[in-house]
């Protein structure tokens, strides 16, 4: 039993709280933002004794469905994992005000009882991204190919995969302005077979460190860097455990710290609607300790452009920067 | 004599119909022992039973003292029976030796394609079957592929040798090839059991005939005490009129005029300048062994397949490149060769296949809509007219034996009122009773003075329709003849290519 | 830009990596098709494939027993499916999609039982790379042919002997035949379901066998769904090989070589998403300019009954 | 109508043996099958909020169910809905956002119109050209223009020329005017199910009361003798799937218009390949159509509810649906149970004469 388990549906709550989770399409095995709000919730589980409701949608036409079956089931708190929700979030919040909604990755303002819990990824995107840049300035890194170059592996061009990489040039070219950077997409998530080969092909082309916002194909990303004797940079959780030697870091991004505190929140009567920002400066987001291969000066580096991010000295956009597409 | 084989009352059915009902066969140690019996009698529907395609419902079987209890041909093949089926069972994709060996290929794993093409070759010298060995299948006529049919069964050394109507599609000389085949079976003690709608055939080489009817033996007689027209009548039931009569009658206009005709398929060139005219009142025979561009010549008169030079001209106009819908509605009536694969489709209602040709035009469709009721009139009335069996307009032309079929498509060509007919082998495979009842409507049509294109690969039914014979030889006519003073032989050595000497 | 591409070794060993999970069920889809049995069903059979064999590798920390164990639940599902469309008579079509959503459905519902939602352990045992002695040292030939998966080479072995048993042994002769004419087999004396299945239970297995690649050759991890439609490209590789061996893996190397290009290709200032249309277009060009008409078994998809 | 019920038996006992199988393999992993089979069955049915949202998942597999069945009746497997239903769904959205001033039949008609046709085209030119003239198989023509179109619709929104301008990849929503109402509030269900019945009711009339449908079978069953009655082939063949094409283009425009509003980059619509399914358990007739539309959506509505209820995952409903796929297309299984228990009631009689 790894998944959920609801008393009837028909019992009245008493006094206990109740928070709905609606995966999109992904589900939960998506190694990415469904796998890490779903943690959260689990942790909310064990440690606030919330009662918890586990739904993972098979198609687009489910959100809707999905949302306000549990708006129906007076569950507490819904959460909506995914930007792909908004428009469904939408309509269900504004049919039962009194359920409240916190939608992942998508901003809804205009409704009292949703909270959006908005990430600024671009911001860790940079972080990475310096340490990449300042990794590929000569002799950093053991094992360089000596090309200047970095592989970035996208799933799709879509805003949570595209905060990353934005970040990440920015954060790179500050510090390396001749940095390649080998952008491609697979256009899957789920497919690591493709990610391998897409990172092997990038690695082959030069590049000695390679970061992937791929979700499930990620995993082959990894797996090509730890083939190939390279470098390589996880994302949204810690992903060194999948390869200790090969994954120097990773650029975190909290879903399930925010969803356990939007929980927290809701249960202590203090749930906050309209964006909720989570970014540096509130450990929203972040990176993940970096291994020894990390010359310890490269993480001062990186310590000291954090510094910045989190004073207002440096702000990171998540535009695209020209030429990438 | 020993009795080989001895099936005793063997019934077999099918839903809703009783193939056979308790038949009983006894086949004596090298005999030829013929099996007659009109369409859908249950002759073959015995014989799969006897080769173990078929599971009876009740009945043994006993080949000399074993009792037979097949469940697949595997056991029958053991056992030492061969069939030559009606309906090929050679796989066209094949070649003509693998099809042969195929089952018994000598060696263990690899398949030894040189030792089996000799074996091939061997074996088509021992029987005096002139066959290529590395031939596709697919690419031989049907006189070829029976040849295939045969040596296969040849090839597993069988100890008894049923012969589903292995004639049907045979030119005269092959038919004469396989039956001195079967003589030396026959003095070399093997039993022959031997399926024929062929009454001369059956008269001139069996030992006994069983005649079966709607799926019970009538008798079984010694072919000598008996005549082609009791065996007729045994057959039917009934008194047959066996000949044809065709009282004389002068042609008229051409209806159809062909002129120095090219047809190819692929990179042959199958139909190498041909030029004929049909006219009114007029059955016009094409006689040719199978393969020399004769179904090629017709399909270009029918459209079916494009010229490459020369003109068509029906009652006076072009139609060298006209579609096939055009053709149609002029007025040129089509039965293909093959039934099954042009001239019907299977899976559609005889209701829908009665109005194959003309189904978009009223009464049968107005405004691009079906109209159920002319539709469904139209067919009972035709089958009515035509006699099919079963006369249930809803059930499906698959379901049908093949004589039922054929009156199928005759009824439509002729309903239509064609000012040409193209009838090509109309009558493969029927009894003698269904043959007759074809035979006639074609006589009809041309006392109604209307033109016929009869192709076959029959000489006596080209003979005894055709008011004139062209003859067909590698795409080439070889001469026109008037049909009452030619004689088998001279159409038989034009055919193979041989010119007649000029008279006069 | 294309033409440093296509001179690049990387390119080309992509293409052979890519073009591997590809073929493998194209050539398991030949081999029942060619038995006259209709497969759609690789899909699924590779997403078995690639989840026992992740599963076996890591209870029994062996990547060969790993790959045993898929090869056997290969043949297990594809026994079941020529069951019912052998034996039963069930439409093929109908039941290979059945296999799909089944495959698909068990998989991921005994990843989640078994691993929770994480994922497979890393630790489980991989199959390894070969490096072959003299070949990997050649220029240009080397990168490309001599340091690949072992499911590689054991791919392009299997299309040779695929080839060898097809076309030139007697039970290669008879899957033929029972896949053009099961009725004229059966006269000759073959036993038609028997050898239907053994068409279709070795298809099975070869169809494992491309899931097996994914999880244990290329990487070491199972994910939901990983077959990533290669189960359905294989089944157009397939019918663009004409049902052959070396059809297919020509078939599949074009589509491998079309991905890998669209692979290097991206980042040219045209969107990703032009360019990764790339391996469909061109399997459409290469189709109707080079190979047209291609022509199935007579018999491929028609149940065989002889009672009937 | 006979012939009906008896059509229903075999789906019916089918059903009622996977329900068992599924019974079997919850109870080995510890759920309680009553429970979840129960939550399944209201999940999908137990209210008009449910029975809403099933519906409301039928119509886009029975337009593309329809599709894919038209296509078989020409004998042609058009395994390519998928993208189809991609090139409709961006049409409709399309003209839905960027066309003003319509009156709302007009704007819908249009949307519609402009859906179908552009998936018809789809279909029809590429696959249907090169299976007529190069015989090139449909299989791989249409899978593969199916990718493309799912790329094509990547590139409309990742900042292409249907996104909306603003943060998200997806096009802007659809003019009121284009809007399908909806038949019950709160929930999915529009007016697109009319649309849907109406669908079905013309390809009825289409394929068997129409010349066109006449020929259009004539071809897919026997294309020779098709030849033979004078039928153009090879233009039947392009205009199959020109029309298999038009009705899953329906299905994304019925889907766009009365469902999502707009559209979003996403994967899969997976309706294609349900639709191949959809289509073959009907026997590809349109009537049958919509009872196995209905019982995919059933499962995938049922099935979510089933998760949330008794903890079952989801993915295992579709186990279930496999082997009831499996089942349903297994006619002799069902035939079998019936042999047998015929046996037992002439046993019966017979001991009692
Ligand atoms: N597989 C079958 N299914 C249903 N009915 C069948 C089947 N085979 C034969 N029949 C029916 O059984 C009857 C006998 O058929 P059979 O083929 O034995 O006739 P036949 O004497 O060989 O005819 P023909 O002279 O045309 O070859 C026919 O009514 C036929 O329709
Ligand atoms: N499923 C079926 N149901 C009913 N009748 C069938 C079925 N399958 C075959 N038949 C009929 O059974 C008969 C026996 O088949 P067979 O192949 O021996 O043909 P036939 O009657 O000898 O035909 P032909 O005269 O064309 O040689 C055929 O008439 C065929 O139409
Ligand atoms: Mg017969
Ligand atoms: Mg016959």
């Not at chain 2, 099919?388 to 199928?408: E, F, M, T």
Request: glycine share 10%; charged share 15%.
């Amino acid at each position: 039993g790894n998944t959920t388990a609801t008393p009837k549906a028909t019992e009245p709550a008493k006094k206990e709280f109740k928070v709905g989770l609606v995966t999109d399409v992904g589900g939960l095995n998506d190694h990415s933002f469904n796998f890490l709000a779903n943690k959260g919730l689990e942790k909310a589980v064990k440690d606030l004794g919330v009662t918890k409701g586990v739904v993972e949608s098979k198609q687009m036409t489910d959100y809707e469905t999905n949302l306000s079956r549990f708006a129906q089931d007076k569950y507490n708190l819904v959460i909506a994992v995914g930007f792909l929700m908004q428009d469904a979030v939408e309509k269900v919040a504004k049919d039962y005000p009194d359920t409240k909604f916190m939608i992942i990755d998508s901003s809804i303002t205009d409704r009292p009882n949703v909270a959006s819990a908005m990430f600024k990824t671009e911001q860790c995107g940079y972080l990475v991204g310096v340490m990449a840049g300042l990794m590929e300035k000569a002799p950093a890194i053991p094992n360089a190919l000596g090309k200047n170059t970095v592989g970035l592996v996208g799933g799709m061009a879509i805003p949570p995969v595209n905060d990353y990489i934005a970040g990440f040039i920015q954060g790179a070219k500050s510090v390396n302005p001749d940095i390649n950077i080998n952008l491609k997409y697979t256009g899957k998530f789920d497919d690591p077979a493709l990610g391998k080969q897409t990172a092997l092909s990038q690695i082959a082309a030069g590049a000695d460190i390679v970061f992937h916002i791929a979700g499930g194909t990620g995993t082959g990303v990894i797996d090509a860097a730890k083939e190939k004797k390279v470098y390589a940079i996880g994302v949204d959780a810690d992903q060194n455990y999948m390869a200790p030697d090969t994954v120097i870091t990773s650029a975190l991004k909290g879903m399930d710290v925010a969803t356990f505190d939007v929980i927290k929140g809701a249960m202590d009567d203090k749930f906050k609607s309209g964006n909720v920002f989570f970014d540096l400066s509130n450990d929203g987001v972040g990176f993940a300790t970096p291994t020894k291969v990390v010359p310890k000066e490269v993480v001062d580096k990186v310590n000291d452009a954090m510094k910045q991010i989190k004073d207002g000295k440096i702000t990171v956009s998540n535009k695209m920067p020209e030429g990438y597409k | 004599m020993r009795t080989c084989l001895e099936v005793r009352d063997i019934t077999k059915s099918f839903p809703g119909i009783l193939a056979n009902d308790h038949v009983n066969l006894n086949v004596r140690e090298g005999e030829i022992h013929a099996i007659l019996g009109e369409n859908g009698a249950g002759k073959s529907t015995l014989m799969k039973v006897i080769y173990g395609l078929y599971k009876p419902d009740s009945g043994s079987i006993r080949l000399y003292d074993q009792e037979l209890n097949f469940t697949s041909p595997r056991q029958a093949i053991k056992a030492g029976i061969g069939m030559v089926h009606q309906h090929f069972m050679l796989i066209p994709a094949l070649t003509v030796a693998e099809n042969i060996v195929l089952g018994g290929e000598p060696g263990r794993i690899h398949y030894q394609r040189k030792e089996n093409v000799e074996i091939v070759c061997q074996l088509a010298k021992q029987y005096h079957m002139d066959i290529d060995p590395n031939a596709k299948v697919g690419d031989l006529t049907v006189g070829l592929q029976q040849r295939v049919e045969i040596l296969k069964v040849f090839y597993r050394k069988a100890k008894l040798l049923i012969l589903d109507e292995p004639t049907a599609m045979l030119t005269p000389q092959e038919v004469e090839e396989l039956i001195q085949v079967m003589e030396r079976l026959r003095s070399q003690g093997i039993p022959i059991v031997f399926i024929s709608h062929k009454l001369d055939e059956v008269k001139r080489i069996s030992d006994r005939v069983t005649v079966m009817r709607a799926g019970k033996t009538v008798n079984t007689v010694e072919t000598k005490s008996t005549t082609p027209q009791e065996l007729a009548n045994l057959m039917v039931g009934r008194e047959v009129v066996l000949h044809v009569s065709k009282p004389p009658q002068t042609p008229g206009e051409a209806v159809l005029e062909v002129e120095d005709l090219v047809v190819s398929s692929g990179r042959n060139e199958k139909v190498k300048g041909v030029s004929f005219q049909v006219q009114r009142g007029e059955i016009f025979g094409l006689a040719g062994i199978d393969g020399n561009g004769q179904f090629e010549l017709i399909e270009a008169i029918t459209g079916l397949m494009p010229c490459k030079r020369g003109k068509i001209r029906f009652l006076g106009n072009d139609i060298t490149s006209s579609t096939v819908r055009h053709r149609t509605k002029v007025g040129i009536g089509y039965i293909p060769q093959d039934r099954q694969l042009d001239g019907l489709v299977m899976d559609f209602e005889l209701k829908e296949n009665f109005v194959l040709r003309d189904f978009f035009k009223a009464p049968f469709a107005r405004v691009g809509q079906m109209k159920k009721k002319p539709i469904e009139d139209f067919a009972t009335r035709l089958s009515e007219a035509f006699d099919v069996r079963p006369r249930q307009i809803h059930a499906l032309a698959r379901n049908l034996s093949g004589g039922n079929q054929q009156k199928v498509i005759l009824a439509r060509e002729v309903s239509r009122d064609p000012e040409l007919l193209i009838a090509a082998q109309p009558t493969r495979g029927l009894d003698v009773g269904a043959i007759q009842f074809i035979h006639n409507k074609l006589l009809e049509l041309r006392a109604e003075g209307k033109a016929v294109l009869l192709v076959s690969l029959e000489l006596e039914e080209i003979m005894s329709l055709s008011d004139r014979i062209g003859v067909i030889h590698a795409g080439r006519l070889m001469a026109i003849l008037p049909g009452g003073q030619v004689t088998r032989e001279q159409l038989g050595l034009l055919m193979t290519g041989v010119e007649l000497e000029k008279e006069g | 830009m294309l033409w440093d591409a296509l001179t690049r070794p990387d390119l080309w060993a992509a293409t052979l990596a890519m073009a591997t999970p590809i073929a493998l069920p194209a050539l398991g889809g030949t081999f029942s098709e060619r038995s006259g049995v209709v497969n759609i069903a690789m899909e699924g059979i590779m997403l078995i494939g690639a989840f026992f064999g992740v599963l076996f590798s890591y209870y029994t920390s062996s990547a060969w027993l790993g790959l045993l164990g898929a090869l056997f639940m290969g043949a297990l599902v594809s026994a079941l499916f020529a069951y019912v469309t052998v034996n039963l008579g069930a439409d093929q079509v109908i039941v290979g999609m059945g296999v799909n959503i089944f495959a698909a459905g068990l998989t991921a519902f005994l990843l989640n039982t078994i691993f929770g939602y994480g994922g497979t352990p890393r630790e489980t045992p991989a199959l390894p790379n070969i490096i072959i002695p003299g070949l990997s040292d050649i220029p240009f030939a080397g990168p490309i042919l001599g340091s690949q998966n072992v499911v590689v080479y054991l791919m392009l072995i299997l299309v040779i002997a695929s080839h060898y048993f097809l076309f030139h042994t007697n039970l290669g002769l008879r899957i033929r035949a029972v896949g053009e004419n099961p009725q004229a087999a059966d006269t000759a004396g073959l036993n038609v379901r028997r050898l239907r299945y053994l068409g279709v239970i070795i298809g099975g297995m070869l169809s494992s066998l491309g899931g097996v690649y994914l999880a244990l050759g290329l990487l070491n991890s199972f994910e939901v769904n990983m077959s990533g439609g290669r189960g359905y490209i294989a089944l157009a590789a397939m019918i663009f090989g004409k049902w052959t061996p070396f059809g297919s893996l020509g078939a599949a190397l074009l589509f491998g070589f079309a991905m890998a290009l669209s692979m290097v290709l991206q980042g040219g200032g045209v969107s990703s998403n032009i360019i990764q249309m790339l391996p469909y277009a061109l399997t459409i060009l290469a189709l109707t300019g080079l190979v047209g008409r291609s022509t199935a078994p007579a018999a491929d998809g028609i149940p065989y009954n002889p009672n009937k | 109508m006979q012939k009906t019920i008896e059509g229903l038996v075999t789906p019916f006992v089918a059903i009622v043996i996977a329900v068992m199988i599924g019974a079997g393999v919850m109870l080995g992993t510890g759920h309680n099958p009553l429970t979840a089979y129960g939550a399944l069955f209201s999940g999908a049915f137990g209210s008009t909020v449910n029975l809403s949202n099933t519906i409301a998942n039928a119509i886009p597999l029975i337009l593309s169910g329809l599709g894919v069945a038209i296509a078989f009746k020409a004998g042609l497997f058009n395994i390519g809905a998928e993208g189809q239903y991609w090139i409709g769904s961006m049409a409709a959205v399309w003209i839905g956002y960027s066309v003003k001033g319509l009156s709302p039949i007009l704007h819908i008609s249009l949307s519609i119109l402009v859906a179908m046709l552009a998936a018809g085209l789809w279909a029809g030119i590429i696959p249907g050209l090169a299976k007529a003239f190069v015989g090139a198989h449909e299989v791989i023509t249409t899978m593969m223009m199916s990718y493309i179109a799912i790329f094509l619709s990547h590139y409309m929104l990742e900042n292409g020329p249907m996104m909306q301008q603003g943060f998200t990849p997806q096009s802007p929503v659809i003019l009121p005017s284009a809007t399908l109402g909806k038949i019950v509030e709160r929930t999915q269900l529009s007016w697109g199910l009319a649309i849907a019945v109406v669908a079905c009711i013309i390809v009825y009339w289409l394929l068997y009361k129409t010349t066109l449908g006449y020929r259009l079978r004539a071809v897919g069953l026997n294309s020779r003798a098709a030849n033979y009655a004078g039928i153009n082939v090879p233009f039947h063949l392009v205009l199959a799937l020109f029309i298999s094409g038009m009705l899953a283009g329906l299905a994304g425009a019925v889907q766009m218009l009365g469902v999502q509003h707009r559209l979003y980059d996403s994967f899969s619509s997976g309706y294609g390949f349900t639709a191949i399914v959809v289509a073959l358990l009907a026997n590809n007739n349109p009537f049958g159509v919509i009872l196995a539309s209905i019982f995919f959506a059933a499962l995938s509505t049922g099935g979510q509810s089933m998760q949330l209820v008794s903890g079952v995952p989801a993915h295992l409903t579709d186990v279930i649906s496999g082997i009831i796929i499996f089942l349903v297309a297994t006619k002799d299984i069902v035939q079998m149970v019936q042999k047998r228990w015929r046996k037992r009631q002439t046993l019966a009689s017979d001991k009692e004469a």
